[in-house]
């Protein structure tokens, strides 16, 4: 599975974004997907996860309640539609694919597929 996430930007906070991330490759559809984020210096850490049928989703404490993780199966493509942004958003977000059908895995280790990341920044 090939990812391509886009739709970073600068923002201030209070704002909304939304994150897409392309994918190819008949697996796609099979395999749960996830976004992480790095802060500057920080490790990698999860944000979203969404199951293969786009039924069940998982969510960090920090953005339960602000973003949404979806997927549209039939465009390939996983969303991130990120409200209520605060300065402690920034990062850079990967997209990644896990190398199981079902949602719930938060390691980075059980996401075998990675997107090339999109810087969002968000100010005070």
């Known amino acids: 599975v090939q990812l391509q996430a886009s739709g970073g930007g600068l923002v201030q906070a209070g704002d909304s974004l939304r994150l897409s991330c392309a994918g190819s490759?008949?697996?796609?559809?099979?395999?749960?997907l996830g976004w992480f984020r790095q802060a500057p210096g920080k490790e990698r850490t999860f944000v979203a996860t969404?199951?293969?049928?786009?039924?069940?989703?998982y969510y960090s404490d920090s953005v339960e309640g602000r973003f949404t993780i979806s997927r549209d199966n039939a465009k390939n493509t996983l969303y991130l539609q990120m409200n209520s942004l605060i300065p402690e958003d920034t990062g850079v977000y990967y997209c990644?694919?896990?190398?199981?059908?079902?949602?719930?895995?938060?390691?980075?280790?059980?996401?075998?597929?990675w997107g090339q990341g999109t810087q969002v920044t968000v100010s005070s």
């Open positions: 990644a694919a896990s190398m199981f059908a079902t949602g719930g895995y938060r390691r980075v280790v059980d996401f075998t597929s």
């Open positions: 490759g008949r697996l796609f559809r099979d395999k749960a």
């Open positions: 969404i199951n293969s049928a786009g039924r069940r989703t």
